[in-house]
Structure formats: structure tokens, C-alpha cells
């Protein structure tokens, strides 16, 4: 088998690129890498330099793998401030380090494509391949060491525990009961909590809002700049930056998967006035994807009911199982999203280093097992109404 760094995802065709993927998730396809990377979004001078990495045997692309070459720790949701900090203390080089993820998207899913007649054998291959050539990429960058984030539970087995730190992390899902409206979901949280949730959502209706959620292919150039503006807004307000994408991202985006991308817009009193607030969704066949929001007007419940609540209408209506609304936020417990464990697999070049990444994982294990417990302690539902474990649940995705 024969690696390839690639310097952009342009460098694979999409039809070859997409082969090895066979799921509907939208995070590895080709246009949305390459909206990222186009739309000056993933680019050297961002911090996120693509090194994609294809595997070729006798000619023929057999795997792949999207992989960047990051100068800093921003737009990871896996964070490792910390070792860095400790890395620059002890006079370590920290960066450049090698990402296997999603850029700006800490959504769980698939970060190794294969092409469908590789045995399990075959694909332990194509792993040890791309973790000998990938080395051997730090060695010459001087990086520090190699991490996967968010990974698949089918993949999971193709890392060796011996060799990584497999990390925990917790995010909070909600999943499809075979509900049939927003008020059978209802039906299963105890009274007061049941009660609390309408009148969130009450107080919305109040202030005369409207929602229209929207697949891409129903919205124009205008919409989307109304949301790039909100975005802005509202991470500049909240992080004083304008944002890690571009405005071109998102019309990129929206013309690359117009099945698959969609737009949840808040108006005031009708939907031909302008737009207040909105929220990025994507989707597959399975799941709903929450990622971006902006406001123009911090209105009471306007948050929850933008990013959550339509959501949770949306999956139900169209019969998915699984609504995944981005990482952090407890708020989302008591709304009946439950605690949820990710993981994330990390290789350091330096033993000693790595040795004590690996014994501050387990140790912070143990202090997120506990948190997930607790969290699952204050779900809304009535006794009997939440059975399926999240374990049990994540075997599936």
C-alpha cells in the first residue's frame, strides 16, 4: 500500500473521494471539505493546512482519511489546552500537531473511507499504513503528535488501545421514540417539566414569532446572507471574533448539498419580514445535525426554540432517529437530550509526554462517567419513559 498527503482536497476527484464513504453523513463528503478549504475557511493561514491522506493499492484508492496540519488548538471541541500549555513550559514544541477531524464540527461519525472490498485484515492494513506514513509526517514537521476526534463506534476498534489515549468527552443527543408529534415527546417528561417546555415555548408564540425550517434548495443568495450577518453577530458578541467561516462557505455549502443542508429562520409576526434570528441544520437518513446560529435580538426563548425545539419538530416529522444539536450546554438535560459519551484517540511522539496523557485520561475518565451518571439523573422523562441506555444507543452511530 502506497500513502499520498494531499495539500487539497482537490487533489481527489469527488466521485473518487465519496466511493469510500457509503453513509448519507454529510461532514466527510467531498463538497463539504471542499466548501471549507475553497471558502478560505480551512486554509494554512487559518491554522487548519489540509494533509488529507489517500491510500492507494496497485493504483486503485482503497482508503482515505481527512487529516490537517493545525498550528493551534482552535475549533476542536476535543481541547488540549492544557498539554500544550505544559508542553511550552517544559520548552516542547507543541505545534505544528496532526488532526484527524471535522473542522469546526464536532459531530461523532466516520473519519476513515474505504473502498467496500477490503476486509477487516485488509483495513487493520490500511490503518497501520497511514499511522506509520503519518509519523513519519511529524518527524519531518517537527509536530508533536497525532490525534483523531470524534470517531465512529464501528471504527473505534481499529485503534489500539495500547497505543493511544482513547479520551472521553460527553455531548447530550436526543433520540427518535417512534414519536409521532413535538406533544408525544411531551407525554413522556413528568408534569412540572412537561409544563415548563410549553410555556418556553408559549412565550415565543407571545412575542410573535414564526419559524420556517428550510432545505437549502428553498432558500436564495439573499437568505443566506441575512444568516451570515446574525452569525457574525452573535459570535462576535459572544467571542469577539467574526467567526471561523466565511460568508462563501455557506452558499457553497448550501449549493453542494441542497438535500442535506437546511435553515431554521425566525421572524417577527409573518414570514416575509426579515430575518430576527436562524440556525444551520444538516441531516442525513438517520440523523439531524445542529451546528451554527445567529440573533439579531437576545428575545426571550427565541434561542431554544430556534436551535432545539424546531429541531426536535423537524426529526420527528421526517422520522429520525437522532437529533445531534453540538457540543456542551447541561440546559439541553432538562429539554430531553441525554447525556451522551464521545471519544477521541491521541498519539504523542514524546513517551513522556504521552505517558501522561494517558494517565490524565483515565483519571478524567473517571470524573466523566460520573457526570454523564449525574446528568442522566436530572432527564425530564417519568419513571419507565428513558430504558435505552446512551451506550446501547451509540452503538449505532
Known amino acids: ?37 475553497t471558502s478560505g475557511s480551512t486554509t494554512a493561514e487559518t491554522g487548519w493546512q489540509p494533509a488529507h491522506v489517500l491510500v492507494r493499492q496497485n493504483g486503485q484508492v482503497v482508503a482515505v482519511m481527512p487529516l490537517y496540519q493545525k498550528s493551534h488548538s482552535y475549533g476542536e471541541y476535543v481541547f488540549d489546552w492544557s498539554w500544550a500549555d505544559a ?36 483495513k487493520q492494513e490500511a490503518v497501520q499504513t497511514i ?37 472521553q468527552g460527553c455531548q447530550f443527543h436526543w433520540f427518535n421514540a417512534n414519536f409521532e408529534s413535538f406533544d408525544d415527546f411531551l407525554s413522556t417528561f413528568n408534569s412540572r417539566k412537561r409544563k415548563n417546555i410549553k410555556r418556553e415555548r408559549q412565550k415565543v408564540v407571545a ?26 453577530r452573535t459570535y462576535f458578541k459572544r467571542s469577539g471574533h467574526q467567526g471561523y467561516l466565511t460568508a462563501d462557505f455557506f452558499q457553497q455549502l448550501a449549493k453542494a448539498l441542497p438535500q442535506q443542508v437546511l435553515l431554521c429562520s425566525a421572524h417577527k409576526h409573518n414570514l416575509d419580514s426579515p430575518m ?31 436551535c432545539y425545539y424546531q429541531g426536535i419538530d423537524y426529526a420527528i416529522k421526517e422520522k429520525l432517529q437522532r437529533f445531534d ?8 438535560i432538562q429539554r430531553g437530550f441525554t447525556p451522551v459519551k464521545t471519544c477521541s484517540y491521541h498519539w504523542l511522539k514524546i513517551p513522556e509526554l504521552h505517558n501522561a496523557v494517558k494517565h490524565f485520561v483515565v483519571e478524567e475518565q473517571q470524573h466523566n462517567n460520573a457526570y454523564c451518571e ?8 417519568k419513571e419507565g419513559c428513558n430504558v435505552v441506555s446512551s451506550e446501547k444507543l451509540l452503538e449505532n452511530f
Open 87 to 122: 508542553c511550552q513550559r517544559a520548552g516542547i514544541q507543541y505545534y505544528p500537531k496532526l488532526l484527524c477531524a471535522i473542522p469546526f464540527t464536532p459531530a461523532t461519525g466516520p473519519r476513515l473511507g474505504f473502498i467496500a472490498s477490503l476486509t477487516t485484515a485488509q
Open 1 to 37: 500500500m502506497q500513502i499520498q498527503f494531499l495539500t487539497s482536497i482537490l487533489d481527489c476527484s469527488a466521485s473518487e473521494w465519496d466511493a469510500l464513504w457509503p453513509l448519507a453523513y454529510p461532514f466527510t463528503k467531498h463538497a463539504f471539505l471542499a466548501a471549507l478549504e
Open 325 to 332: 444539536p453540538g457540543a456542551q450546554g447541561e440546559h439541553k
Open 207 to 232: 412575542q410573535g414569532l414564526c419559524f420556517n425550517m428550510r432545505l437549502a434548495a428553498e432558500l436564495n443568495s439573499d437568505d443566506w446572507k441575512s444568516f451570515y450577518l446574525l452569525y457574525q
Open 131 to 167: 499511522e506509520q506514513a503519518v509519523q513519519e509526517k511529524l518527524e519531518q514537521l517537527g509536530g508533536s503528535g497525532f490525534h483523531c476526534l470524534f470517531p465512529s463506534a464501528k471504527e473505534r476498534p481499529l485503534f489500539s488501545n495500547e497505543k493511544y489515549a482513547q479520551r
Open 276 to 306: 430576527v434570528a436562524g440556525a444551520l441544520y444538516l441531516r442525513d437518513s438517520s440523523t439531524l445535525y445542529g451546528r451554527y446560529w445567529g440573533t439579531q435580538e437576545d428575545l426571550d426563548g427565541l434561542h431554544f426554540e430556534t
Open 374 to 381: 449525574d446528568g442522566r439523573r436530572y432527564l425530564p422523562f
